[in-house]
Structures are given as C-alpha cells and as structure tokens.
C-alpha cells in the first residue's frame, strides 16, 4: 500500500492527483487535534492497520514529511520505501517560535480565513497563485479547517524531535523532492536531506512551489512511478 501524509491545515484533498492515479493508495485525511509528531504518526500506523498494511510506502509532505519520519522511527520494519517532500529535518530556529506566534494572532483577531489568506500564498509558485484550478482548491482546503488545529500542528512542529541520528539509519528507498520555487523548502535544504540517506534520490519539480503534486502532478506521479519501481528493502 502506498499512503500519503498531508502537512500543515491539509488533508487528502492536497492527494487527489495522487490517489487518482495510484490504485490502492490511501491519503490520510486528518490528524485531530493530535498535539506532536509520534501522536500523529500513531494515528498513520492505525490507519495502516485498519486497512491491512503491515508494510508500506509512505509519502510525507511538508510536516507529514516530519511525521513520517517519526513513523520510521516508531516503526522502522513496516516502512518498504519512504519519500520526504517539501520538508525540513533541521531544529527549530531561533526566530521559528515568534514567526508562527504572529501568523496564530493573525487568526485569533482577524480570523481563520485571514490567517489562511497570509500564510498560503508564499507556499505556491507566483504563476500558480494566478490559476484558480490550483490556488482555488488549495486556500477552500485549508479555510475548511480550524485555528485549533492549525495552533495543535504549530505545536508539534516546535516540538519536533531532532532527527539527526535517524537519517543515517534509513535504509530503504527514498526519493526526496521538492519544487524549483519552494522557498520555504528549498533545493539546498533537500540536497542536504539526501546527503544524509544512503538509498536515496534527489528530484527538483521545476516551475513549483511548496505544494508541489498540486502544482505539478504530473512530474510528481512521474517520480514516485520511479520510486515504486525500485526494490524495496
């Protein structure tokens, strides 16, 4: 079974190009109100488990990319390949905390939308905020969910573990990517990622940005076509 993690304020409408053209996959459409990374990569284990997948491919995206990371680390054996996309592995910064502090206030007094409305944005490519078949989806998305989720997320992600001594560890295929214009994830960040796992491959979308298999489907089926393809351990 192939599964994909959604990150921050997404759920399994970010995967529609994705579960449309991988028979048998699953997309995991929401964490809770779940608090931390292991919480949430719990409830992607469980959801394996009710659909009968001791093992699996697993596709994080963004902060998914994060909570897969935890699922190798929970359950390293049950992961066949893994694929980290528009993700980081570094800790937080010191300038994280009051960035996401002031996009929560944003939300507390001008409300969930207005928060959305700020924060989506920079996470496309500028030629593709102009397209409603993406920007469109994408901002109904996220504006369907809630400030008390977004603040759960914020929380886990300050929270997040060091994953240091993980990446050397991973021993399955992986494919790493992320788009050309991410710039909140960006090419150097993942060049890093993949100089830190062995099996691992490096893919650069061009013309996308952080919500790169929305943006850029076609490049993106195409890489985990690939990723597929290749043995798992």
Known sequence: MLMFLPGLICDARIYAPQTAAFAGSMAINSYGLADSLADMARIALAQADAAGANQFDLFGHSMGGRVALEVCRLAPGRVRRLALVSTGVHPVGPNEPAS?????????????????????????????????AIYLPLAAMCRDHSQAMFDAQIKALLGRPDVTALLPQIACPTLVMTGELDTW?????????????????????????HMVQFEAPQAVNSAITRWLARPAT
């Open 100 to 132: 996401r502090a002031a996009l929560q206030a944003i939300g507390r007094e001008q409300g969930f939308a207005a928060l959305v409305d700020h924060w989506l944005p920079p996470m496309v490519a500028a030629q593709n905020r102009t397209d409603p």
């Open 185 to 209: 994830a960006n090419p150097a960040q993942h060049q890093a990622i993949a100089a830190a796992i062995g099996p691992s491959e490096l893919v650069i979308v061009p013309g996308a940005g």
